[in-house]
């Protein structure tokens, strides 16, 4: 018999869905995949550079478990100077990418049978990663006339002597909403009185448009800070991805049970791309504000597009790379005299006929939205929504 825990998670429908719109162009076939969660922009030059220098110079051998000295100090600095924190190194745990970090932290924290609250609509390993680490995960589920985001009431409802932590993702995906400062605040003191965790998911903070100020709750006062775990990385804000580092600030003794943790299960992470993480974190950063350009150009247009398409409605995402898409008034409709039923459904028939594949959104706990990520080319979305805009003038019904 196979372990209960591991059958009862599901594969990651956002990872299906890139693998099989890749298998679809492997073999020839012209797919305009919107499924994709990474920047579409190369590593800058000078994180390479550092990359490649790191193997010439022999730095191929293990380091410690939870990340070298320097890359730590690196951190460090950048959340003293970007969020306003100040950690030790001693706090910071560095880890195979953002997922990595987030089970590292469930594993500390949790204990059998307790609860951990996830506002829907959510990033699909939130709940398995729960599951994975024999918690409990309670979807609270949010509106979209509130943003997608969790309110006081919400927590209460969902609240019991069984919750342990609250995950807040902020700028969210997939909806792409920024808390602000205010509901941070009525967030932290609720967790705070309730004596909750918070994992606080800010590995979007660098990619938020209109001037927005993205808030740490961990910035608040030492109430929020000392019940933080800050999960973040470099995978997004510097196209970094395949690199796979991810960091985590916390409580010495939480970072403590993480790092030891971590030591047992994968040792230190990859050598080579913490001396390119070392790079990206201390060095230029002009790049970073030239992919900002480019994907607010590309969400202005996505979601203007969106919004003047039949059945379907959208919120204008605050930050990250991520449009979610109601289509609840194209459900029931009937595609070539068969009735599209969910978003499952919607999503295998418009890469079926258009060749367009987008993620459903049942796997973030919202099973009448997809999700449109405009990390891809400017000519990729034009063609792609072009085919949406075909696909949704055939329903009938």
């Known amino acids: 018999?196979?372990?209960?825990?591991?059958?009862?998670?599901?594969?990651?429908?956002?990872?299906?869905?890139?693998?099989?719109?890749?298998?679809?162009?492997?073999?020839g076939v012209d797919v305009i995949s919107f499924g994709a969660g990474e920047p579409d922009f190369d590593t800058p030059a000078h994180?390479?550079?550092?990359?490649?220098?790191?193997?010439?110079?022999?730095?191929t051998r293990y380091t410690p478990a939870s990340g070298t000295p320097e890359l730590k100090e690196a951190i460090c600095r950048k959340l003293q100077r970007e969020n306003g924190l100040h950690y030790s190194p001693a706090e910071i745990v560095v880890s195979n990418g953002g997922k990595h970090s987030l089970s590292n932290a469930f594993a500390a924290l949790?204990?059998?049978?307790?609860?951990?609250?996830?506002?829907?609509?959510?990033?699909?390993?939130?709940?398995?990663?729960?599951?994975?680490?024999?918690?409990?995960?309670?979807?609270?589920?949010?509106?979209?006339?509130?943003?997608?985001?969790?309110?006081?009431?919400?927590?209460?409802?969902?609240?019991?002597?069984?919750t342990k932590a609250l995950v807040l993702n902020s700028p969210s995906n997939p909806t792409g909403q920024v808390y602000t400062r205010e509901e941070l605040e009525m967030i932290g003191y609720f967790c705070y009185e309730h004596e909750m965790y918070i994992i606080a998911d800010e590995i979007y903070e660098r990619l938020v448009y209109d001037?927005?100020?993205?808030?740490?709750?961990?910035?608040?006062?030492?109430?929020?800070?000392?019940?933080?775990?800050?999960?973040?990385?470099?995978?997004?804000?510097?196209?970094?991805t395949g690199w796979r580092i991810g960091y985590t600030a916390s409580a010495p003794e939480i970072a403590g049970v993480m790092g030891a943790i971590q030591s047992h299960?994968?040792?230190?992470?990859?050598?080579?791309?913490?001396k390119a993480a070392l790079a990206a974190l201390d060095g230029p950063q002009e790049g970073m504000a030239e992919m900002l350009q480019a994907f607010d150009e590309r969400r202005n247009y996505m979601v203007e597009r969106i919004v003047g398409l039949p059945f379907l409605k959208a919120l204008?995402?605050?930050?990250?790379?991520?449009?979610?898409?109601?289509?609840?008034?194209?459900?029931?409709?009937?595609?070539?005299?068969?009735?599209?039923?969910?978003?499952?459904?919607?999503?295998?028939?418009?890469?079926?006929?258009?060749?367009v594949a987008v993620v459903p959104g049942t796997g973030f706990g919202s099973p009448g939205y997809i999700r449109?990520?405009?990390?891809?080319?400017?000519?990729?979305?034009?063609?792609?929504l072009d085919r949406l805009e075909a696909f949704l003038a055939e329903l009938r019904g």
């Open 47 to 59: 994180i390479r550079e550092a990359a490649i220098a790191a193997i010439n110079q022999g730095h």
């Open 1 to 27: 018999m196979l372990a209960k825990k591991g059958l009862a998670v599901s594969p990651s429908p956002t990872l299906a869905i890139d693998s099989k719109a890749k298998e679809l162009k492997s073999r």
């Open 110 to 162: 949790l204990n059998p049978g307790d609860e951990v609250l996830i506002p829907v609509p959510y990033w699909v390993s939130y709940p398995e990663l729960v599951k994975l680490n024999d918690g409990i995960p309670v979807e609270v589920v949010t509106e979209e006339k509130q943003g997608f985001k969790v309110t006081i009431p919400d927590l209460k409802k969902a609240w019991s002597p069984r």
């Open 372 to 384: 449109l990520s405009f990390a891809t080319s400017m000519e990729n979305i034009v063609k792609g």
């Open 211 to 240: 001037g927005l100020a993205c808030t740490s709750i961990a910035g608040l006062g030492d109430y929020t800070k000392k019940l933080t775990v800050l999960v973040n990385g470099v995978s997004k804000s510097y196209a970094m």
């Open 265 to 274: 299960a994968t040792s230190n992470p990859n050598s080579i791309a913490q």
């Open 316 to 355: 204008k995402p605050q930050g990250a790379f991520y449009v979610f898409v109601n289509i609840e008034g194209a459900l029931g409709k009937a595609f070539g005299g068969r009735e599209i039923t969910d978003s499952d459904d919607f999503a295998a028939r418009l890469l079926e006929e258009e060749k």
